[in-house]
């Protein structure tokens, strides 16, 4: 067997730092009788549909730019995927579809003001230190296939970690 790592990944450590903000658990389902939110790393790990509630996945995408010969700095392209479960009446039945869009447009915007960061200087994310968080892209939303009027979001953004 082998030892645990020790210091976060980036990925872990996007998660850590964003769990400590107010707003973006407010964007959040929670698990029952407890304070933990819907932040998961790499998978969702909830089953949303049919709860009404919005879940996020902070995930590794690869990179965004090469590794260059000046320095050990890292360029790693993080995902935000957000799921929102649309509002149901006691039948299960959706009862505003438009609503979800907005909720998960809030949702976006919490966490687009935490991550999209030009240049801000060092920050550190759990044990991962970054110097800049850019947006690649706007989001993409789209119902989830089979998913019972449940939307999923997804961006990207650039860190430039070292």
Sequence with gaps: MTAPVQT???????VKWLSGFTDIRDVLG?????????????????????SGATAAVIGRGGSW????????????????ELYVDPMRDDAHN?????????????AWQAFDRRLHRAGDG???????RTLACVRLAEPTVY?????????RMQ????VTAG
């Design 30 to 50: 929670f698990y029952p009788d407890t304070d933990t939110p819907y932040l998961f790393q790499h998978t969702l790990w909830v089953r949303v549909e049919g």
């Design 122 to 128: 060092d920050q550190r994310w759990g044990t991962v």
């Design 155 to 158: 961006t990207f953004y650039a």
């Design 65 to 80: 730019a090469g590794a260059n010969v000046y320095n050990t700095m890292q360029y790693p392209r993080l995902t935000l």
């Design 143 to 151: 119902p989830v296939p089979g998913g019972d009027g449940m939307l």
């Design 8 to 14: 976060d990944d980036l990925v872990q450590g996007a």
């Design 94 to 106: 959706v009862v505003d579809p438009g609503e979800s869009y907005r909720r998960i447009e809030a």
